[in-house]
């Protein structure tokens, strides 16, 4: 989520304001302190313009690794 949060040049109070959820919060998942779940991953892929599976499976490789 960071990555792209300053691919956008958002600050971690950018991303606050543009979801409705608290910087501290945000700081807390980019820095694996909370997870991120489903539901925020919905509203921060709304704020940062991507698909929320790129947040929630941000290391997924297609080719090695299989969804079942």
């Known amino acids: 989520m960071r990555i792209l949060r300053e691919?956008?040049?958002?600050s971690q109070n950018d991303l606050a304001v543009a979801t409705g959820i608290a910087q501290s919060?945000?700081?807390?998942?980019?820095?694996n302190r909370v997870r991120l779940g489903v539901?925020?991953?919905k509203?921060?892929?709304k704020a940062l313009r991507c698909?929320?599976?790129v947040l929630v499976f941000p290391g997924w490789d297609v080719e090695h690794e299989s969804a079942a």
């Open 25 to 31: 919060t945000i700081s807390a998942i980019e820095n």
């Open 51 to 53: 698909h929320p599976a």
């Open 43 to 45: 509203v921060f892929a």
């Open 7 to 10: 691919l956008q040049e958002m």
């Open 39 to 41: 539901d925020r991953a």
